[in-house]
């Protein structure tokens, strides 16, 4: 899973609604957000942020901030894929 | 040139942009060729890392000796006059354009079918049926009427669509997939598209694989007139992130997907539900006109995973040859975006790995199933030009009933629209006028 002790926080995903990504990606670096891309199509930053961040972010509006999940497949010879 | 692009939004004519081709000399004369003549400067290709470099920045792709550069008029006209010069290695200077397939017409089907036990109404599932492979049909390929019942036709193979898989990328140098794959990008660092696990193989045969694979007698690709946009999302073991598969999903919808395949997912706990991320990035693409479908998780009597629980994600659970609910199929326990929309084969499903790994195998999972949607869902798109959520709603609609539960199965079974055929079916004989043939003067008929 990630890595709540990694330097910069942990990776989270930060989902706009309301208003386009770039209008709100100097208010999230404020709020503390280490910013890895900008995904405009979608309305969604990805990044790393420490708790007292996340907190930061989540007062801010249209702003909903959920951590990275992780996906693992089975090794390819599994029974079931 | 075709329409089949949804609203017209993918947009036509030049970029702006010129496509420079060189005759056969080495990177270094070319590039220093392009300094030369034009002040240019390119960067060799970084196609595969940065997808950027390709879509804006110069670039020199090594393997087609050909640049793609952005030029102000007068390094145009020195480029052009080096097009006559014979001590030039340019051979031609051509503007970009914007590109994508022209609709093309479905081949005629085969009149043979060799599953004449198949089912004999195209619109009921005889839940006692079994099915099998056979020398040249997978089972699920049958069961999803890609090969028709008799009595009913399958015009539809899903020409000038696009489906987006990501998965573990995939073979490319498979001659399954000569000419098939139109995009490919890997989002994993490091590792580049070619498919080191088999999953994205085996899932991007069963939605697109070719109507006669060059290897096998057995067909196992449901929409084989698609193309492929491929993106790596997960590692060769196996692996990856969210912010790989969004990243991923929002090149699939530059790309122009129509549908978008992921046989991907994580464990939820009951009563958990959604995560707004991957909702807001299935929203942009069905507004985009780019549906995903996603495997629902082989947890068994668990609740659908995620992304397949969120409610603008199509959530795919697997058959058995029966058409039962296999055991491992994830089922509808959480609402709101949690339930099960629909189901397809997933048990020993045949179709392509990797040619280093055999080129054809056996898997099972929701993660097998999910493709057979994905080829399915792009032949109704080709059938009715439907996108989006339009095509969600075609697609659930014209499913087979089960007799099992939604929870279990969501609407039934999605099937390729088929036609009805006459017992009747023949080859009309066009009427043409023949010799008149003068009879000469005609013997009265003697009266007795």
């Excluded at chain 1, 420490?50 to 497949?73: I, N, S």
């Excluded at chain 2, 030039?88 to 970009?96: F, G, K, Q, Y």
């Excluded at chain 2, 007799?403 to 066009?430: F, H, M, N």
Aim: hydrophobic letters at 40%.
């Amino acid at each position: 899973m990630s890595e709540p002790d990694a330097p910069g926080g942990r990776r989270v995903h930060v989902t706009v609604t309301g208003r386009g990504v770039d209008d709100a990606l100097a208010d999230l670096r404020d709020a503390g957000l280490e910013v890895d891309e900008a995904l405009r199509g979608l309305g969604i930053v990805t990044g790393r942020a420490a708790p007292d961040a996340v907190e930061r972010m989540r007062g801010l509006p249209g702003v909903t901030v959920e951590p990275e999940d992780q996906v693992q497949l089975p090794p390819p010879d599994a029974p079931v894929q | 040139m075709n329409t089949d692009s949804a609203g017209g939004r993918v947009p036509e004519g030049p970029t702006g942009r010129q496509i420079i081709t060189f005759a056969p000399v080495d990177d270094a004369t070319a590039t220093r060729e392009l300094r030369d003549v034009a002040d240019l400067d390119v960067g060799t290709s970084r196609g595969l890392d940065d997808p950027a470099a390709a879509a804006t920045g110069n670039v020199y792709l090594e393997e087609l000796r050909i640049a793609i550069v952005d030029s102000a008029p007068d390094q145009l006209g020195a480029l052009s006059r080096a097009v006559g010069d014979s001590a030039s290695p340019i051979l031609a200077v051509e503007p970009e354009v914007y590109v994508y397939p022209f609709g093309a017409i479905d081949a005629p089907p085969a009149v043979a079918q060799d599953d004449s036990d198949a089912e004999t109404e195209d619109d009921e599932v005889d839940a006692a049926e079994t099915y099998a492979d056979t020398d040249t049909y997978t089972w699920g390929l049958k069961a999803v009427h890609a090969v028709p019942p008799i009595l009913a036709t399958a015009p539809w193979a899903g020409a000038g669509i696009r489906i987006a898989v990501l998965d573990t990328g995939i073979d490319l140098g498979h001659p399954d997939f000569a000419g098939r794959v139109i995009a490919s990008q890997s989002f994993i660092p490091g590792q580049p598209v070619q498919d080191g696990h088999s999953h994205g193989t085996h899932c991007a045969g069963t939605a697109a694989g070719p109507k006669s694979p060059p290897g096998t007698q057995r067909r196992y690709g449901v929409a084989h007139g698609s193309r492929l946009i491929v993106g790596k999302v997960l590692s060769d073991s196996g692996s990856g992130t969210s912010g790989q598969i969004l990243a991923g999903i929002e090149w699939a919808i530059q790309q122009g997907a129509h549908v978008i395949s992921m046989s991907l997912g994580s464990a939820v706990a009951v009563g958990q539900t959604y995560y707004t991320y991957y909702e807001q990035a299935a929203t942009a693409a069905l507004n985009a006109g780019s549906l995903i479908v996603a495997a629902a998780g082989n947890s068994g009597w668990a609740p659908v995973g995620a992304p397949a629980n969120s409610p603008s994600v199509l959530a795919v659970a697997a058959l058995d040859q029966a058409l039962q609910r296999a055991p491992f199929s994830c089922v509808g326990l959480n609402g709101n975006g949690g339930e099960v929309n629909i189901a397809a084969p997933g048990v020993a499903t045949y179709s392509s790995v990797p040619v280093s790994k055999g080129s054809y195998g056996f898997k099972s999972g929701t993660s097998m199933a999910t493709p057979h949607v994905a080829g399915v869902a792009a032949t109704l798109a080709r059938k009715t030009g439907l996108r989006g959520r339009a095509l969600w709603q075609e697609l659930v609609r014209t499913a087979l009933p089960l007799p099992l539960s939604a929870q279990e199965v969501g609407a039934g079974l999605a099937v390729v629209p088929t036609r009805r055929r006459p017992i009747w079916d023949y080859r009309p004989i066009p009427w043409r006028p023949g010799p008149i043939i003068d009879p000469g003067p005609l013997e009265p008929n003697p009266i007795p």
